[in-house]
């Protein structure tokens, strides 16, 4: 049976609390582990007002063979009780 390199991130709090050049950082670090899978879970993102196009590159560049998987946290839960809006 062949070993499977995981690697999980959790909490990364993108927007309020990380910038754009934090997941680049990120990103790199975790292609250099070289991961099977990457899984992502929970607060993603937080604090944006919905514009993510400065973290899609860093995140598009994340190399994992056998996928990668996002759970979302209860940033996005919070962000919607604020807003008002329900979808």
């Known amino acids: 049976m ?3 390199k995981n690697c999980a991130n959790s909490d990364v709090h993108l927007g309020h609390i990380f910038n754009a ?3 680049k950082d990120a990103a790199q670090k975790i292609n ?3 991961p099977d ?3 992502i879970t929970g607060d993603l ?3 944006t007002d ?3 196009d400065s973290f899609t590159d860093s995140l598009n560049s994340i ?3 056998d996928g990668i998987y996002y759970v979302t946290g209860i940033m996005k839960h919070i962000w919607v009780l604020k807003s008002g809006s329900c979808s």
Do not use: T
């Open 37 to 39: 899978i990457v899984v």
């Open 50 to 52: 919905g514009s993510l």
């Open 2 to 4: 062949e070993r499977q």
């Open 21 to 23: 050049s934090f997941m």
């Open 63 to 65: 190399n994992a063979p």
């Open 45 to 47: 993102f937080d604090g």
């Open 32 to 34: 250099a582990l070289g």
